[in-house]
């Protein structure tokens, strides 16, 4: 028999996404044991436990286990809208920039962007972004919130931003969605419950396979009325599992193991930052960092170049664009890879400054 691995390639530091992660053992002994039933009869007692402890996590009525983060906020958008109506989102939201067109495609409806800081708008930025009612105008439906914010650094949305921007939505009796794939660290690192984020949506998205460490596994929490509709909708995209129980478990094992230890992958990020931040050749402000994702301008080298040579010394990191770098902290990263990881990437830009 052999040994599961755990960890991505050794000597490879790999700080490329913290979707990255594969399952511990006692992960792996939790999913091999979990009691399974077919879920699409609603059969499945280990999914109905994660559906359950999510939606009370939440503070929702109900949740449904879906395969993806993308699934779980594209189902969000088809069950509040219909096909023409308009959404409003973030410049930079995951669901506008990176579900592959699918509001337009599965749900056939528009985006209206709104402009955020680090991902973060406003109620009067909302407030602009509204149109009147008119015959010519799409009717605007539903506010889009990503927290953590993913291209926003892993930014945390403050509280009384959240009421600012939703009194406004509904003020104007729009519908909110939450993308909450990362909603477990914005709690970690501010102590403020997911319940207590996700009480002025209507749905919430959160995501088991990031942070978290779970292989597979992200669900959708609403009221009871609106996760029935979300269901039949899982059907039509053909996200209805059947043994998902295997899933589930994961999922219920990373909750129960995974969560708090969140602090360490935040606390990873702000070291890596403040070893980043040394080099010149680096624009990053250590400070900014809130959560586990890094975002930073690189000078003087374009970043496809730069996290080339970055992993000819072992180190993997993401060119998001021409000039920026994105660099995760997960569950296989500890504070001796941190160290290591500066070390090389100093190393690396060392050797591609020009000589004297
Ligand atoms: C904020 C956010 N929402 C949604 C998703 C989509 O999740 P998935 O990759 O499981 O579809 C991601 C993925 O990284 C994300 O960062």
Not at 46 to 54: A, F, I, P, S
Not at 209 to 235: D, N, Q, Y
Request: neutral net charge.
């Amino acid at each position: 028999m052999t040994t599961p691995r755990t960890a991505p390639a050794p000597g490879v530091i790999d700080l490329r996404s913290d979707t990255l992660t594969r399952p511990t053992p006692a992960m792996r002994e939790a999913i091999a044991e979990a009691e399974v039933g077919d879920d699409v009869f609603g059969d499945d007692p280990t999914v109905q436990r994660l559906e359950q402890r999510t939606a009370e996590m939440l503070g929702k009525e109900a949740a449904l286990l879906v395969p993806s983060g993308t699934m779980a906020n594209q189902l969000a958008i088809r069950t509040h809208t219909e096909p023409g109506d308009e959404i409003l989102v973030e410049a930079n939201a995951h669901l506008f920039c990176y579900e592959a067109g699918a509001p337009a495609a599965l749900a056939g409806v528009m985006c209206r962007c709104v402009k955020g800081e680090r991902g973060i708008f406003s109620g009067a930025a909302l407030e602009e972004a509204l149109r009147p009612a008119d015959v010519h105008f799409p009717p605007t439906r539903l506010v889009c919130v990503e927290n953590t914010h993913n291209r926003g650094g892993g930014s945390i949305w403050p509280l009384e931003r959240i009421v600012e921007v939703t009194a406004v939505a509904r003020a104007h009796g729009l519908r909110l969605h939450l993308d909450g794939a990362r909603l477990w660290n914005a709690a970690v690192a501010t102590g403020i419950e997911e319940r207590e984020y996700a009480a002025a949506f209507d749905s919430v998205s959160v995501c088991f396979s990031k942070g978290l460490g779970a292989p597979i596994g992200s669900a959708l929490a609403g009221t009871r009325a609106l996760v029935e509709r979300a269901r039949r909708f899982r059907k039509q995209y053909g996200g209805a599992m059947r043994q998902a129980g295997i899933i589930a478990a994961g999922a219920l094992y990373a909750l129960d193991h995974h969560r708090s230890r969140l602090a360490d992958d935040h606390a990873h990020a702000r070291a890596l930052a403040q070893g980043l931040a040394r080099f010149a050749a680096i624009d990053l402000q250590p400070a900014s960092v809130q959560t586990n994702l890094l975002y930073f301008n690189i000078r003087g080298h374009p970043a496809p170049a730069v996290v080339q040579r970055w992993a000819q010394h072992g180190v993997r990191a993401l060119a998001t664009g021409p000039h920026t770098i994105r660099a995760v902290t997960h569950l296989h990263i500890g504070p001796d890879d941190v160290r290591a990881a500066v070390e090389a990437m100093g190393r690396a830009l060392e050797e591609m400054s020009p000589g004297p």
